[in-house]
C-alpha cells in the first residue's frame, strides 16, 4: 500500500458568504457521499448556525468567531493534529476516513493548504483530495467583481458547483462560467440545487466580465453581530415585527449586509433563515429537535454596522414604539 493511501482523505469546501456551501455538504451527508466523514465547520461569526444542519457527519467540530487563515490559524493546526492522533491510536476502532472541511466565506483554501503542508505531523497525515468551491449564481458575478478572496476560492478550486442557477430573475449566467473559466480554466463545473446535482441551463456563448484590479488590503473589514431574540420582549406579535424589520433592515443596509443566517422559533416551527444581501431566501422549516441553544438566534455579516443603532431598531419595533425607523 503506498503511504498516501493512509493517509485521512481532506476535502476543503469553499465558497463566499451565503453561496451554499451547507446545504450543498448537507445533501452528501444525506446521500452518504462520504465515508465515515469528519466535518470541520469554521465560521467567521462567533455564534455557528450551520452546525445545526449538518446532522450526518461521523463526527463534527465546529471553530468559529474568526478565520482559519489568520485569526484561528493556531485552533486548526491544533485540532487537525489531535484527530490524526487519535485516528492513529484508533486502529482496531471505527474512526473518520474522510475529513471534510468547511471554510468560512472569507477564508482562501490555498492559505490552508500551506499551513497544513508546513506541518509536519500533518503533512504525513493528511493528503488533499479536491477543493471544491460553491458559486451563487444570483451574487457570484458581482462577488468576482469587487471581492478578492471571491477570486481566490476560484483559482483554487478542482471542482465548481453553482448554486441557485435556476432561480428566477438570475442572469449573466453565461459571463459567470466565461469569468470562472478565465480564472481557473481546469476545474469542472456543475450546477446544483439544494445541494443535488441538476443540468446546467443553457445559456449562450458570452465573454468574461472584464475584472478590476483588487488588492487584499483594500477591502474593508466584514464584522458580525450576533443577536440573541429570546433577550428581546417577545410577545404574539413578534414574529410578525421581526420580519418587518429583517425586510427593511436588509434594504437600508443594501450590498454592506453581506450575511444573515439564524434560527428563529415561530409559530410554524423552526424556521431556517438566510439572505446573501439583500436577497431573502424562502425560510425553510426544520425538524422539531426541541429547544436548541442555537435557536432564536440571528447572524449578522456586513461592512459598515452599527450593532447599537440595529439592536435599537429592533426594540422598537417588537416594543411597538413609534419610531422603528433607526435602522
Known amino acids: 500500500m503506498k503511504p498516501e493511501e493512509t493517509r485521512l482523505r481532506l476535502t476543503i469546501l469553499g465558497g463566499f458568504l451565503g453561496a451554499g456551501k451547507s446545504t450543498w455538504l448537507r445533501h452528501q451527508l444525506f446521500v452518504k457521499t462520504y465515508d465515515q466523514p469528519y466535518v470541520i465547520v469554521n465560521e467567521v461569526a462567533t455564534h455557528a448556525v450551520d452546525d445545526t444542519l449538518l446532522a450526518g457527519a461521523f463526527h463534527l467540530d465546529v471553530l468559529a468567531g474568526g478565520c482559519v487563515c489568520c485569526d484561528l490559524k493556531h485552533q486548526m493546526i491544533t485540532l487537525l493534529n489531535r484527530i490524526c492522533n487519535d485516528r492513529s491510536q484508533k486502529q482496531d476502532r471505527p474512526s473518520a476516513r474522510q475529513l471534510i472541511f468547511e471554510m468560512s466565506g472569507v477564508a482562501d483554501p490555498a492559505q490552508v493548504m500551506a499551513a497544513i503542508q508546513d506541518d509536519p505531523i500533518l503533512s504525513r497525515n493528511i493528503i488533499l483530495e479536491e477543493i471544491i468551491v460553491v ?65 446546467m441551463p443553457s445559456t449562450p456563448i458570452s465573454e468574461p466580465l472584464p475584472l478590476p484590479y483588487l488588492d487584499s488590503a483594500d477591502d474593508e473589514p466584514l464584522s458580525s453581530l450576533l443577536l440573541n431574540l429570546d433577550e428581546y420582549s417577545v410577545d404574539g406579535d413578534f414574529w410578525v415585527g421581526f420580519s418587518v424589520w429583517l425586510s427593511a433592515m436588509l434594504h437600508s443596509h443594501g450590498d454592506r449586509m453581506v450575511r444573515v443566517k439564524g434560527v428563529v422559533r415561530t409559530p410554524t416551527g423552526r424556521l431556517l433563515l438566510q439572505s446573501v444581501r439583500k436577497v431573502m431566501q424562502t425560510p425553510e422549516i426544520l425538524p422539531n429537535e426541541g429547544d436548541r441553544s442555537s435557536d432564536n438566534t440571528i447572524v449578522l455579516i456586513g461592512r459598515g454596522m452599527e450593532p447599537e443603532r440595529i439592536e435599537r431598531s429592533l426594540r422598537h419595533i417588537v416594543a411597538k414604539e413609534e419610531n422603528p425607523n433607526n435602522l
Open 135 to 199: 458559486v451563487d449564481a444570483l451574487h457570484g458575478l458581482e462577488q468576482l467583481r469587487t471581492e478578492f478572496l471571491s477570486r481566490r476560492q476560484i483559482e483554487a478550486a478542482d471542482r465548481i458547483f453553482i448554486t441557485k442557477a435556476d432561480v428566477p430573475g438570475v442572469k449573466n449566467l453565461g459571463t459567470l462560467l466565461a469569468t470562472l473559466r478565465q480564472l481557473n480554466p481546469g476545474p469542472d463545473i456543475q450546477s446544483c440545487a439544494f445541494g443535488v446535482e441538476v443540468p
